[in-house]
Structure formats: structure tokens, C-alpha cells
């Protein structure tokens, strides 16, 4: 295994010109983003996800997007940060990151695109943590916070 790089700073440049999609990754710390997802229906009840791809974003964080509603159309966004990447000794690209996800955006009415960003304030995954950051559901504010890649996806 060869580390790619591990500088949060070396990761923002090196994806801004070739964004990632890994082959797979690594959790690193507490619970996955389908966990928290659905054992936190205080929030949003969502009894289940299928994960449909995941994408590092040009920031540098580990978007993971999943389905609710069983439509095949992305419904959630978990964002986690990357704390490394490597290419393995068989050529697939091995992404780390900490878990549970620092940031979840929802799609409540399933027309594609974003309704609510949640924040996890201490980054535990615990329930009575995360918290409504933004309600893009307000009309000054609808579309300007998330752009949604629409091709590179796994």
C-alpha cells in the first residue's frame, strides 16, 4: 500500500483537478452514515437507505449518497472528511474517513433537490447532536447551498 497523500491541504488540490471516486473505503471512528441515517428518526424517520454511490468532492470531504424511498434517486447526502488516500498494491484507490458524517442533506419531498442540511455539532453520530443547520426549503435560500454532481457516482 502506497499512501497517496495525507495533507487535508495536498487532498484539496490534488481533487480539485481529479476528483475521486474510490474503489472503497475505510471507516474510521464512530458509526456509518447508514446508521445514523436511520437510528435517528427524531429527525427524519427513515426506516431504511440503499446506498447509491459515493463521490470526494472538490473540497476534499467523502459525499455519500443514499435512497429512501426505494426510487433509485439520490434522497440523502452524508458528507464526512477524508483523511487519506491510497492506491493499494492492486491498483484500486482506498479512501479513509471519519465516521459518523460531519453534515446530512435531505431531500424531503423527493423532487431532487435539497430540502434540509443537518450538522452532527460534536461529531459523535449521537441523535440529540445533530442538530437543523439550514432549511433550504425557504424561498432566498433554495439551490444555493449544495450542487448535486450529476455524473460520477458509483
Not at 488540490?13 to 473505503?25: F, Q
Not at 441523535?127 to 444555493?144: F, M, N, T, V
Request: aromatic share 4%; with cysteine; proline share 8%.
Amino acid at each position: 500500500m502506497k499512501p497517496i497523500l495525507t495533507s487535508p491541504l495536498v487532498l484539496a488540490l490534488t481533487v480539485v483537478v481529479a476528483p475521486t471516486v474510490p474503489d472503497h473505503h475505510l471507516h474510521v471512528g464512530g458509526p456509518t452514515a447508514a446508521e445514523v441515517i436511520t437510528g435517528c428518526d427524531r429527525n427524519l424517520p427513515v426506516p431504511h437507505v440503499v446506498k447509491l454511490g459515493e463521490l470526494i468532492q472538490e473540497n476534499g470531504t467523502l459525499s455519500e449518497y443514499f435512497d429512501r424511498n426505494d426510487d433509485g434517486r439520490m434522497d440523502i447526502e452524508a458528507r464526512s472528511i477524508v483523511t487519506a488516500i491510497r492506491r493499494e498494491d492492486d491498483g484500486t484507490i482506498t479512501v479513509e474517513h471519519r465516521d459518523p458524517p460531519f453534515q446530512y442533506v435531505v431531500d424531503l419531498d423527493f423532487d431532487g433537490a435539497p430540502d434540509l442540511v443537518y450538522h452532527d455539532i460534536h461529531g459523535r453520530g449521537d441523535c440529540e447532536d445533530i442538530h437543523l443547520y439550514l432549511d433550504l426549503r425557504d424561498p432566498a435560500l433554495k439551490g444555493q447551498e449544495h450542487n448535486t454532481p450529476s455524473e460520477g457516482r458509483t
